[in-house]
């Protein structure tokens, strides 16, 4: 069974930093996709990056040049660092997986197994 546990969300002033990470277990497909997605109140859940098995990524057109996506194969573990944090960055965080090394898009339709999300609130 894929377990996802997101931590490292919290409060930030606008241009500070934070580090997300996702410990993520049970999944026996060697090909598949890990992506952070993000979801503010009243909007949809959108794909914010993605790395697959062969290290490959894919980013957000508002998010490329601030956020960077890494996985810690020994310890299975999805990072997220955001630097530069601006208001509109304000929403749950959550990690998903899909099977198969396909990033492109990052369509949360396409991502079977979640997090429960973790908080990121940025402020002026």
């Known amino acids: 069974q894929v377990q996802l546990v997101e931590s490292g969300g919290g409060s930030v002033q606008a241009g500070g930093s934070l580090r997300l990470s996702c410990a993520a277990s049970?999944?026996?497909?060697?090909?598949?996709?890990m992506g952070w997605f993000r979801q503010a109140p009243g909007k949809e859940r959108e794909g914010v990056a993605g790395?697959?098995?062969?290290?490959?990524?894919s980013y957000a057109d508002s998010v490329k040049g601030r956020f960077t996506i890494s996985k810690d194969n020994a310890k299975n573990t999805l990072n997220l660092e955001m630097n530069n944090l601006q208001l509109d960055d304000t929403a749950m965080y959550y990690c998903?997986?899909?099977?198969?090394?396909?990033?492109?898009?990052?369509?949360?339709?396409?991502?079977?197994?979640w997090g429960q999300g973790t908080q990121v609130t940025v402020s002026s």
């Open positions: 790395i697959n098995n062969y290290g490959g990524t």
């Open positions: 998903g997986l899909r099977y198969g090394p396909y990033c492109a898009g990052l369509a949360p339709r396409d991502f079977r197994y």
């Open positions: 049970g999944y026996t497909n060697s090909y598949y996709c």
